[in-house]
């Protein structure tokens, strides 16, 4: 018992030699020691668990991979000399448009430097993102790395010119653009010169070079090229012609009627052809110059109706027009008219219709005929069915009578030789000069002059109608070709 009590004084710790009664009496003979329990063993953990809990992130990590590969560009991947592996569609885009603003050209050795921005230089950024990404996706490992892709480069042409100029004026000499006067007989044409200047194209080509091999500067040498004028001088000619064809025509039109031509040099007085800034040629009128011919015109078309008369056939088909008719027109409302006249100048349009009201001319008509009647060997001129004259004729004898019926004539004839041959019948042989005032109105029979005899009222010829010259010109004169020859018993 004394070693028991000195061991539990000692540390507390009961022997395990002892037996459960030696530990019941340690504990009872130091009632007032602590008392400690030994700590359990710590549970074994679930291998499946443990791997489950590290598997998620893995999972989640192989899955944005895989996902990452649907969206980018496989690395490697350059276009215009940008690497764009790794990167979306939009921001290869972005990246290629920024490199091409920043690449820039030297021009000359220690020359001025323009950017690429500067330059107006453009490529097709989207395109070529989405072309890069759709034949070359991060997840088609067989084009990991491949080729660089190019990137056309296209400049403005206008932004280029200006940016160079102000880079480097000296290298510079304007050309002079073609230019159009009128010279008094017409428009004509003063040649463009050309001027000299860097050759954009040079520049471009420079500058799509250095974007592919990705470098940021190039330095170019400066070979001068011609620069033509945008105001060329066919350009300058089109433009001529143009208003030149107008000169021919230009005028006020009652119809078909030029009424009021406009002269050459009032037309080109009214017109000014420019180039704009492209070169391209414009015809121009000025309305105030143009209303001056415009206050001119009631003086000039405005009139009473002039009357007319035909010659017709009986039928009232027109044969002959003996006094022309002029239709009568007043003009309307001439306040807009300068104008519409200076716009259609400027679209090459020199023919302007007026507003007019016509009132038409009245035409009278006279139906003419010739009437021979032959048992009374008398000529009748009718007009309008009625005589205006008569006199004896000479027809056909009775071995050559005149044909009778209705007819027209044919032709007229000022003068003639009426001849005729037979073998067998001398009557038939004949050759007569200077015959005059013809009119064939059937075969070989006609209305005509005689001066061979003056036995008028009796038949005597072969068969044509003959009278006095004087009275044959006067029917020659009367009836003209178309009109109505009446021949009966």
Known sequence: MTDLASKSETDGTPDPSSSPEDATQVLQASPEAPVQWAPAEPARRSRTKLWLWIGIPVALVVAGVAAASTLLIAPGTTVAGVPVGFMTAGAATDAIDQRLAQTSV???????????????????????????????????????FGEPLAAPVALDEAAATDA?????PGDYTDPVGATVSFTGAGFAVTPAVDGSGIDVAQVGTALQ??????????????????????????????????????LQNAGFYVGDERTVPIDAATAAGWLTITADRSGAFSIAADPAKIQASV??????????????????????TVLETTTPGADGRALGD???VASDFAKQLGEGNAVYA?????????????????????????????????????????SGIADSPTTVGHFTVQSHHRVQTMTSSSATDDYWNYDVPNVEWIMYYYGGEALHGVYWHDDFGNPRSHGCVGMPNFRAEQIYDFLPDGGDVWIHN
């Open 106 to 144: 030297v021009l000359g050795e220690g020359g001025p430097t323009v950017s690429g921005s500067e330059l107006g230089a453009k490529v097709d950024a989207a395109a070529l993102a989405d072309a890069a990404f759709q034949d070359r996706p991060m997840w088609n490992v067989t084009q990991w």
């Open 164 to 168: 160079l100029r102000a880079a480097a």
């Open 209 to 246: 070079d250095a974007l592919a091999a990705g470098q940021s500067t190039t330095t170019i040498a400066l070979d001068p090229v011609a620069v033509s004028a945008a105001a060329s001088t066919a350009k300058a000619q089109a433009a001529a012609d143009q208003a030149n064809a107008m």
């Open 295 to 316: 206050d001119a015109l009631p003086a000039l078309v405005n009139r009473a109706p002039a009357n007319g008369a035909v010659i017709t056939d009986a039928e009232g």
């Open 334 to 336: 001439l306040g807009g």
């Open 354 to 394: 007026l507003p007019v009201t016509v009132t038409p001319a009245t035409m009278a008509a006279s139906a003419r005929m010739v009437e021979v009647n032959l048992s009374e060997q008398t000529l009748y001129m009718k007009e309008n069915g009625q005589v205006i004259d008569s006199w004896p004729i000479s």
